[in-house]
Structures are given as structure tokens and as C-alpha cells.
């Protein structure tokens, strides 16, 4: 055998050799499983029936407007808070209301059992329900009714009440004459606290 022959042989060896031993170093016995997990997602779902709780026309000063509406907890978590976002504009027909703003003559009252309490248990100006933070509103309308339950479990729905004035203030309102106040109210629900689950 030539000298190149021998020396490849031996390194072929040596290789061997050495692959063998690295194999050797990494031996042992082993066992593997998989899991399958999932995390499911909850939904909050507020909705208020009717969608459009006031559509009426021809309103005058001293006149009144009770309606009635359901917020209803649709989704799959419990809704711990609703808040009350209020946005409205005015229309004003005519061009010559000025600084006057309809919304400071429209009163909001919100009442639970209309028929039997005397005094709504929230009541403000439409103009200051706007500028009030909607988790202020939140404590003062939500809360009260929800004290004893805690806020708003799955599937379960509670009736409201509000009644708008406009109201007489024993000046002359002409300026609205004719007016449109188109009112739009967002109710953000929120979740209850986390939970540890076992």
C-alpha cells in the first residue's frame, strides 16, 4: 500500500474513531409528550332596546318626554360598569341663536321607579351631561340601580327610565324655533376584575 493510501486510511480511521466516541458522549434515553392548549376569549356585549329611545317633533317649552329603554348583557362576562358617553349638536334653522345653546334647556332626568319616587335620581342639563367625564355619570345612574347585584351578570337585562324637559324658563326661548337637537348616547360597558383560576 503507497504512503498516500495508508495516510488516508488512517485518517479515515481516526475519524471513525472520533464520531464514535462523540456519539458515545450523547447517548441516553428520552421520552417526549405534547399539550394542547387553548385560551378561549371572553366577549362583553351591551345593547339597548330600543336603539333610538326619543324621535319626536314640535316640542315646545314646559313639555316632556318619558321613555323607557333596556341596556341587556349579550355577551359571555359580566359587565361590572356601564358608562355614558353624551354627544348632541344643534341645528339651529334659523342662524340667530348666538352664544344660546339648546342643550342648556333640555333637562335629563333618570328615574327607576318613575311611578313611584318622587325625585329622578340623576337630573342635569343636556349641555352638562356632555361636559361630564362618563364614568362620573357612570356612578351616579349605574350604580345606585346595581348596588345589591353588583353590576350586570350574562343574560340578564335592566329597564331605565329617562324623561327630557324642555324646560319653561319664563323668557322668551324664540331663538329655537324650529331647531333640530340630534342627540347621540354611547354606553361603554367594562368587565369585573380578573380571577384566578385553578
Known sequence: MGFFKKVSAGMLTASLGLSLMGGGTYAYFSDSETTNNTFGMGTLDVSVDPQVIVDIKDLKPGDTVLREFALANEGTLDIKSISL??????IDSKGDNGSEDLGD??????LWNWDKESEPVFETTLSELQSLDPDVVAKDIFDPLWEQRGGLDVGSQ????VEFEFVDNDEDQNVFQGDDLNLEWEFNAKQTEGEDYE
Open 158 to 161: 335592566d329597564t331605565l327610565w
Open 105 to 110: 334647556h333640555i333637562r335629563v332626568n333618570f
Open 85 to 90: 358617553l353624551t354627544d348632541y349638536n344643534v
